[in-house]
């Protein structure tokens, strides 16, 4: 008794085993290698293969000799047409077949331009997708938080708020943004900061683009009333990747202050900025330098830059975002520093 069920267990493992082995997709290479797997999809000269020893891999087509499925695949030919059916070795042994509910269509490796799954989009129809897709703006908006405050020896409490909503295509991108900054020492106010700007770029090539910018600014700390600027000009991707992106910019502007003793300043002026992102997994470190000399004279300038850190607190909504904002003016008001320096550390909330 316990050798026939020794027997039957046996020949059942190997029935499942062998099973196993004829139910998996079958590529034979033309150096007489055999990969056994899975036939996610074959394009543009390329098999993609699910394989239990190796993960995922890739196949030039033209290492392939012959290929066959276990199950119903749609295989475009050179043809132009597509056939809905089960790939086998034909007779002969060195054309494939094809074979259909209604027929069998024969072919050859170099015939076939594409295998994708049943009900799944066929290539060139998934690219339509995506590049439909790419052209379709899409919104994102982020609301920032950051406070912090100290009562007993010193009586200290400081505030930013931020919001950012950026409706983003292919081809063009546009950013609303604004932010206020408040916060007392001891009874004495040391920042009150209101700003608010619009960014719009529109890309022309690959990494070509032109750029339209305007900023509303006050400072009651710095004694400004209102700092207006508009600026346009071209721009260039210098580093364009997924993860990496590196923009220069070059363009002119139109500078407008007006300040709480009754001076005003106003002169078009030279727009020159870089900005910079890069993500690590699941974080980012952006950065970004603006220098704004007035033309009337280049001594009168401006440098602005910030460069901040996001991290993931949740795996959806919550940020963590720490930065610095370093302000220079080159000819500031009477009793103003020429450089002002903000550290800030806030919650993002973020949603599409």
């Keep these: 008794m316990k050798t026939f069920l020794m027997k039957f267990l046996t020949g059942s493992v190997a029935g499942l085993l062998l099973l196993g082995t004829a139910r998996a997709d079958r590529i034979e290479l033309v150096n007489g290698s055999v990969v056994v797997g899975k036939i996610v999809s074959a394009e543009e000269g390329k098999f993609k293969v699910e394989t239990d020893f190796a993960g995922t891999v890739e196949i030039k087509q033209d290492k392939i000799k012959a290929f066959t499925t276990d199950e119903v695949v749609n295989v475009g030919l050179k043809s132009g047409s597509a056939v809905l059916g089960r790939v086998e070795t034909?007779?002969?042994?060195?054309?494939?077949?094809?074979?259909?509910?209604?027929?069998?269509?024969?072919?050859?490796?170099?015939?076939?331009?594409?295998?994708?799954?049943?009900?799944?989009?066929?290539?060139?129809?998934?690219?339509?997708?995506?590049?439909?897709?790419?052209?379709?703006?899409?919104?994102?908006?982020e609301a920032a938080f950051g406070m912090s405050g100290r009562t007993g020896v010193a009586e200290r409490f400081s505030s930013v708020l931020g919001f950012k909503a950026t409706l983003e295509s292919s081809q063009d991108k546009l950013i609303f943004n604004a932010a206020a900054e408040q916060a007392r020492d001891n009874g004495v106010e040391t920042a009150n900061r209101q700003f608010g700007s619009i960014d719009y770029s529109s890309f022309f090539g690959e990494k070509n683009l032109w750029y339209v910018r305007t900023s509303l600014e006050r400072d009651v700390i710095k004694e400004l009333d209102l700092r207006s600027l508009t600026a346009a000009g071209y721009g260039r991707k210098l580093i364009k990747k997924e993860k990496h992106d590196l923009e220069a910019r070059l363009g002119v502007?139109?500078?407008?202050?007006?300040?709480?003793?009754?001076?005003?300043?106003?002169?078009?002026?030279?727009?020159?900025?870089?900005i910079h992102s890069i993500t690590f997994g699941a974080s980012k470190l952006s950065s970004s330098v603006t220098y704004t000399p007035a033309f009337e004279d280049f001594a009168n300038y401006r440098i602005h830059a910030e460069s901040a850190y996001e991290t993931p607190l949740t795996a959806a909504l919550w940020k963590l975002k720490l930065g610095v904002n370093g302000d220079y003016t080159s000819v500031p008001q009477p009793g103003v520093e020429k450089f002002d320096l903000l550290y800030f550390t806030s919650l993002i909330l973020n949603w599409k």
């Design 90 to 141: 034909a007779p002969a042994g060195t054309d494939l077949q094809v074979v259909a509910s209604d027929g069998t269509t024969t072919t050859t490796t170099d015939g076939v331009t594409a295998v994708w799954g049943q009900g799944k989009d066929s290539p060139e129809v998934r690219k339509l997708k995506e590049a439909a897709d790419k052209l379709q703006r899409k919104w994102a908006f």
């Design 253 to 274: 502007n139109y500078l407008y202050e007006s300040y709480s003793n009754g001076t005003t300043f106003e002169s078009p002026g030279l727009d020159v900025a870089l």
